[in-house]
């Protein structure tokens, strides 16, 4: 079988580690490399990843690309935002490029986005392309495995799901996004201005209830400092006691036929990072992931297992409920 | 959206059981019922479970029934073996009925029975429906969810899943089967002859090998009865210290890139049932469901959250692996 060509959109810490994983995958091979950052115009992926092949230089925009292999599938690793991801979507699909990104409100944009999600599924079935959001969250824990977790049940009728991440183990920013180090006055006035936090939980929790058939929900989130109690130290920021450690977001998503709970944990020096899902059902399910699923590496993963089938996908936008199975069928 | 109409054909407990869920689901019709037993034939559905039309009598044989509705489902629960349903499939097919099946054989069959997969697959093919094997052990708990588990991970070498019943908490044939109240003595007899112990551990081990890349393997699997420590009584067997209460069952899949390893305890008394799933991958998954996931009631949750998607599923012989994804959409 041919290996499926492969671009990256987007070099920051998400895209350069797909990037390195990408090139230890037999099925996949990197034919080019695309950052608006003009310091990287031009660049050698070489130069930027170990193993990169030489020939393949980084590009500022999706016009730069002349020519490239049909089948071609592009990860794109640029922004949460929908909109703010939305123009490199368009060209990339203008190209008949397949699309999988780790933009977390392409997930599932139906209800928050409609236009932007009716206007770019058009696109790409006009241009016979699939495009894809997925990840770990949203996109896994807080969705598709709650989901497909119900499939022994006779009757569902709430989704409750509990992740405790340990920022501490993760990337810079995204130890910055949860607000460690901050006063709980900073916290207040930046999650006010939504410059804090997480993005994805309400996409999953619509996700869920279009899985399940619950109906079109009614959303209420809370976003909540986590404050440290002790001192903790990271390669990237210091906590003191009275500090914010990270976020305790919360989430209820009543629908007509049924309740989703998403409770989402992100702080530095976090005990017994997890994932739990409680599916109060008949029979009831209560499934635990000691350790809890790795964001980074996991978000990577969910884009490389993903990015094989999506040449040869249905045409449009789709969820990762439209399958297939999320499958790891790479060796170590 | 219409009702999908339903047939089952077998109406042991698990048939019964299907029957009487099905009633309850709103997206599902129930328009007939096949039972070989002589005893059955004729009879009014509705004297068999409560609610039932009462305009459906039992049918003997598939070849009475005259017309059925276009798009007709029938859930099949006669047998483990695939041989032996075999006829029942070849009927249903010829008559253009899609099958979802309870027979733990039909789960995986293109690796023991190849043969006969490939001719029910062409047959199904020419008939344009659909056929599936599917359930909770095999179909789900020991190979489509560690497969799903493994969806974020960058790669996998091996993995592990042990599932505990209390066979206490099931129906009467399941406690037999398990060699409930034997001598350990009359078990290796039994056991030797095959007529004790749990159909499936192959069949998911090969799936999930298909399923994760890991190559054709070599199975190696050992039944050993689980002794009695103290004594136990259900409401179909008195199991004294020192007699069987069960089964310890293992299997070992070592394929070209990878291996997996199952084991399957499932006798009266049981302490602790769950079900555990290791992925030994990168990164590494553990996830444990306490309390497992009930047998019987999941056998039959998992038939009928398949059955409304296969009239339209794509025809031939399908596995759990080709979706859609295993999903309730029923209220409680």
Same mark, same amino acid.
């Not at 990256?8 to 037999?26: D, F, H, N, Y």
């Not at 590009?59 to 990860?75: E, N, R, Y």
């Given at each position: 079988? #041919? ?76 922004s949460s935002q929908l909109a703010a991801a939305a123009p490199t979507f368009r060209a990339l699909l203008a190209k008949r490029i397949a699309v999988v990104s ?107 209830? #279009? ?8 959303? +209420? ?30 989430? +209820? ?76 069928? #790479?060796?170590?």
């Open positions: 079988m #041919a290996a499926t060509p492969l671009v990256l959109v987007g070099l920051g810490p998400i895209g350069r580690a797909t990037l390195a994983r990408a090139l230890e995958r037999r099925g996949l091979a990197v034919v080019g490399a695309c950052d608006a950052d003009p310091a990287l115009a031009g660049a050698r992926l070489s130069d930027l990843v170990a193993g990169a092949p030489r020939s393949v230089r980084v590009v500022s925009a999706i016009g730069d690309w002349k020519a490239l292999p049909k089948g071609t599938v592009a990860v794109v690793c640029t780790s933009c977390e409100e392409l997930t599932w944009p139906w209800r928050r986005s409609p236009r932007l999600a009716r206007e770019l599924d058009a696109l790409a079935r006009r241009k016979k392309v699939a495009l894809l959001g997925t990840g770990v969250n949203p996109g896994y824990v807080l969705d598709l495995l709650p989901a497909v977790l119900t499939g022994p049940c006779l009757a569902v009728r709430a989704v409750r799901a509990h992740r405790v991440v340990d920022a501490a183990l993760r990337r810079g920013p995204l130890q910055r996004k949860v607000g460690a180090g901050r006063t709980v006055a900073e916290f207040t006035t930046e999650a006010r201005a939504g410059r804090l936090g997480h993005v994805g939980l309400p996409e999953s929790a619509e996700l869920l209830c #279009a899985a399940l058939g619950f109906g079109r929900p009614r959303i +209420v989130e809370e976003l909540l400092p986590k404050v440290a109690t002790r001192p903790i130290a990271t390669d990237h920021v210091r906590v003191e006691p009275g500090q914010v450690a990270g976020i305790d977001h919360r989430l +209820v998503a009543t629908a007509p036929r049924g309740v989703v709970e998403l409770h989402l944990e992100m702080y530095v020096g976090a005990e017994a990072p997890r994932d739990e899902v409680e599916i109060d059902g008949d029979p009831p399910i209560r499934a635990r992931l000691d350790g809890g699923t790795p964001g980074d590496l996991a978000t990577v993963a969910a884009l490389l297992n993903a990015a094989p089938a999506m040449a040869a996908a249905a045409p449009g936008l789709r969820s990762v409920l439209d399958g297939p199975f999320p499958l790891c069928r #790479a060796r170590g």
